[in-house]
C-alpha cells in the first residue's frame, strides 16, 4: 500500500545510455514532481506536473523528459546520460500545488553513470 | 547561491533530551518554511511547517521557531526518542511562488539519538 512508489531503487549503466525512472502514486493527488539530490544533498526540483500538464521545468537539460500518462504516473525518461546526472531522483505527489499541500515522496532511485 | 542553510550537517543528542536543529535563510522574500525528516534508504516526509506571520508552531513533541529578523528558524524535539534519529531538512518558499515547486531545501542535518 505504499502511497508514492518509484522504480527501479537502484540504477547503474554507462554514459550515452537511455533510461527511465517510474513513478505512481495511489493519493489521489493532482500535482506530481521530480526531484533530484545531488551529491552535495541539494534537493532540487526538476518537474512538476498538475493534472498531467506541465507546470515548471527548471532549468533542466532537454535529455531528460517527463512523461504523464494519467494523473497517478510521471515517469522520468533520460536520453544521453551523463556522468554528471549521477544522483538520487525522488518522485513527490501533493494534493494541490499550495505549501499547505505537503509533498509525499517516493522512496527515490539511485542512479549511477559509469 | 545557497540561500536555506544548515550549518551542522550532523548532531547527536542524549535520548530524553532536547534536539535543536536551525536553519538559516538569506532570501528575505521567503514567507513559509517546513521541516522534512528522511529516513534512510526512504523518501523526506513532511513534518511541521510554519507562516511568517507566526514566531511559533507546535505539534506534539515538535516546535518550530521563526526568528524573521534573524532570518532563521529551529525545529525543537522534545524529549528526543530513538526513533528520531533521521535526516532533517528545512525548506523555504517565496511570495508570489507560493507553491510547492518554488520550494528551496537545505542541505539538511543528521540527527542521532543515543539511547
Known amino acids: 500500500d505504499t502511497a508514492v512508489s518509484q522504480t527501479p531503487k537502484y540504477l547503474v549503466t554507462q554514459m550515452g545510455n537511455d533510461k527511465s525512472i517510474k513513478c505512481e502514486q495511489n493519493?489521489?493527488?493532482?500535482?506530481m514532481y521530480w526531484y533530484k539530490q545531488d551529491s552535495k544533498k541539494f534537493l532540487k526540483i526538476m518537474f512538476s506536473?498538475?493534472?498531467?500538464?506541465?507546470?515548471i521545468n527548471e532549468t533542466v537539460p532537454n535529455r531528460f523528459s517527463p512523461k504523464s500518462p494519467d494523473k497517478a504516473h510521471l515517469n522520468l525518461h533520460i536520453n544521453s546520460l551523463e556522468l554528471g546526472d549521477s544522483a538520487v531522483y525522488f518522485c513527490?505527489?501533493?494534493?494541490?500545488?499550495?505549501?499547505?499541500?505537503?509533498?509525499?515522496f517516493g522512496n527515490g532511485t539511485r542512479l549511477t553513470v559509469t | 547561491d545557497q540561500q536555506v542553510k544548515q550549518n551542522s550537517p550532523s548532531l547527536s543528542v542524549q535520548e530524553g533530551r532536547i534536539s535543536i536543529l536551525n536553519c538559516d535563510y538569506t532570501?528575505?522574500?521567503?514567507?513559509?518554511f517546513l521541516w522534512y525528516k528522511k529516513y534512510p534508504a526512504e523518501g523526506p516526509t513532511f513534518l511541521i511547517s510554519i507562516s511568517s506571520i507566526k514566531d511559533k508552531n507546535e505539534d506534539g513533541r515538535f516546535t518550530v521557531f521563526l526568528n524573521k529578523s534573524a532570518k532563521h528558524l529551529s525545529l525543537h524535539i522534545v524529549p528526543s526518542q530513538p526513533g528520531d534519529s533521521a535526516v532533517y531538512f528545512c525548506a523555504a518558499s517565496a511570495l508570489p511562488n507560493f507553491g510547492n515547486e518554488k520550494l528551496t531545501f537545505g542541505t539538511g542535518t543528521r540527527l542521532t539519538i543515543i539511547p
Open positions: 506536473y498538475n493534472n498531467k500538464e506541465l507546470i
Open positions: 513527490a505527489s501533493s494534493r494541490g500545488q499550495g505549501l499547505n499541500s505537503p509533498l509525499h
Open positions: 532570501n528575505s522574500m521567503f514567507d513559509y
Open positions: 493519493l489521489g493527488h493532482d500535482t
